[in-house]
């Protein structure tokens, strides 16, 4: 008989997996879906198809279930291509006129192309950056991928609802650099209970 074990694996194929080994509070329901019935709200960002259903489980992916409640799932273990995003996820976005303009770019994952005016040594300087997908509680995790010199820089990200304040600090002492710098991304979510 299948049993979850707690670093979520599953072992034994002799019974189906059903809704009471999971421990779902009760039987989800599942719609058939007759052809050309699919909108385009079942395909946006972060909805289960077939094709990544298939994926995870090629990938032996699993997502663990929530203990607060049926439905709320909080963990992700991958053992082959690693934790992260599908395509669709992501996005990239290009800041105009200088390091200090408010940007746009409401995406789990991508990249950020600053601007390069210039910002002088040993200074700092922040933008607005609009993103529905950031709550106050998330973590943003950033990196200098290319673009300008590479070290010369610090980053910090602070979130909010719906917006975060991106930080760029010239930690040069000598001069003024002025680069456009290309910053990949990728949003954590967190809870503070």
Same mark, same amino acid.
């Given at each position: 008989?299948?049993?979850?074990?707690?670093?979520?694996?599953?072992?034994?194929?002799?019974?189906?997996? &059903?809704?009471?080994?999971?421990?779902?509070?009760?039987?989800?329901?599942?719609?058939?879906?007759?052809?050309?019935?699919?909108?385009?709200?079942?395909?946006?960002?972060?909805?289960?198809?077939?094709?990544?259903?298939?994926?995870?489980?090629?990938?032996? &992916?699993?997502?663990?279930?929530?203990?607060?409640?049926?439905?709320?799932?909080?963990?992700?273990?991958?053992?082959?291509?690693?934790?992260?995003?599908?395509?669709?996820?992501?996005?990239?976005?290009?800041?105009?006129?200088?390091?200090?303009?408010?940007?746009?770019?409401?995406?789990?994952?991508?990249?950020?192309?600053?601007?390069?005016? @210039?910002?002088?040594?040993?200074?700092?300087?922040?933008?607005?950056?609009?993103?529905?997908?950031?709550?106050?509680?998330?973590?943003?995790?950033?990196?200098?991928?290319?673009?300008?010199?590479?070290?010369?820089?610090?980053?910090?990200?602070?979130?909010?609802?719906?917006?975060? &304040?991106?930080?760029?600090?010239?930690?040069?002492?000598?001069?003024?650099?002025?680069?456009? @710098?290309?910053?990949?991304?990728?949003?954590?979510?967190?809870?503070?209970?």
């Amino acid at each position: 008989m299948p049993s979850v074990t707690p670093g979520y694996t599953f072992t034994g194929t002799t019974d189906p997996i &059903t809704y009471t080994k999971l421990n779902l509070l009760a039987q989800p329901t599942v719609a058939a879906i007759a052809a050309g019935e699919v909108t385009t709200s079942m395909l946006a960002d972060g909805a289960v198809t077939l094709t990544k259903i298939v994926d995870a489980a090629a990938n032996n &992916t699993f997502l663990a279930r929530s203990t607060t409640g049926a439905g709320n799932y909080e963990a992700l273990v991958t053992t082959t291509t690693g934790l992260g995003f599908y395509t669709g996820a992501g996005g990239t976005v290009t800041q105009a006129t200088s390091k200090s303009t408010p940007f746009t770019l409401e995406k789990m994952c991508g990249q950020i192309t600053t601007s390069n005016a @210039l910002l002088s040594g040993n200074s700092a300087v922040s933008a607005t950056w609009t993103n529905n997908k950031i709550a106050a509680t998330d973590v943003v995790i950033i990196n200098h991928k290319s673009g300008g010199t590479l070290g010369s820089y610090t980053f910090n990200v602070a979130c909010l609802a719906g917006t975060a &304040t991106l930080t760029i600090r010239n930690i040069e002492h000598t001069g003024s650099l002025s680069e456009a @710098l290309v910053l990949n991304f990728v949003v954590i979510k967190g809870v503070t209970s």
